[in-house]
């Protein structure tokens, strides 16, 4: 069962600009994380943002939460080419495992 | 920092033999996970634990089994591999539903 949907798919960008991905997902939810995975590696937490806040910063990331739309944002300020990875969101309402989205490519040029 | 370790990066099995996936977590968590992911499908839930010696199935448990006989171990069990379970494999725990989840490095599993 898809929970979250990450969009766009695939994303490239010149080193030194910003990233937008975006996620959507269906049911109430408690929280909702962002993960990134490098190639061929396992998945590393980014941020947590929980159904009561808004908005939530760590370094350059920032990551918002709209409970009425259903959807979060990640946003990665300066990308640098060390950021190229797939970023994954992954929600799940109550004491349930978390269900991911397809996840973002994102490719940061040099 | 809490490590999640999976006893193998890359694995090739034979088709019917039973194979073992061994996750090891050193946090005390009491949560932990069994995801296999596949291009195109994204991260897939297997089978999770609660608790020692507790299971629940996750969306695609068929051609699985698990056990967890102690807290920090959790395994997969493939009774009989077959090709379409050719796949990345993901260990993950977590202390509690509103914590972040610790993976693995994976086990890349290739069976022919």
């Known amino acids: 069962s898809q929970q979250g949907e990450e969009d766009p798919q695939a994303l490239s960008i010149q080193e030194g600009e910003n990233a937008t991905m975006n996620c959507s997902y269906k049911?109430?939810?408690?929280?909702l994380q962002w993960y990134r995975q490098n190639s061929g590696r396992g998945l590393v937490h980014l941020i947590l943002?929980?159904?009561?806040?808004r908005e939530k910063h760590s370094g350059r990331l920032r990551v918002t939460l709209d409970t009425s739309k259903k959807s979060s944002s990640l946003l990665i300020t300066a990308s640098r080419a060390a950021d190229t990875a797939s970023y994954f969101c992954a929600t799940g309402p109550g004491n349930t495992p978390l269900v991911f989205g397809k996840g973002t490519r994102l490719s940061v040029i040099a | 920092d809490v490590k999640v370790t999976q006893s193998s990066r890359y694995l090739v099995k034979r088709t019917g033999e039973k194979v073992f996936l061994e996750c090891v977590q050193d946090?005390?968590?009491?949560?932990m996970f069994w995801y296999r992911q596949d291009p195109g499908l994204g991260l897939r839930l297997i089978y999770f634990s609660y608790d020692v010696k507790m299971k629940e199935k996750g969306d695609i448990p068929e051609g699985y089994s698990v056990s967890r006989e102690k807290k920090e171990r959790f395994s997969l069990i493939l009774e009989s591999a077959s090709t379409n379970q050719t796949s990345m494999y993901l260990c993950?725990?977590?202390?509690?539903?509103?914590?972040?989840?610790?993976f693995g490095n994976g086990t890349r599993l290739t069976v022919t």
């Open positions: 943002i929980r159904s009561n806040e």
């Open positions: 993950a725990s977590r202390s509690t539903y509103n914590s972040p989840l610790h």
């Open positions: 049911t109430s939810i408690n929280n």
């Open positions: 946090m005390d968590h009491e949560n």
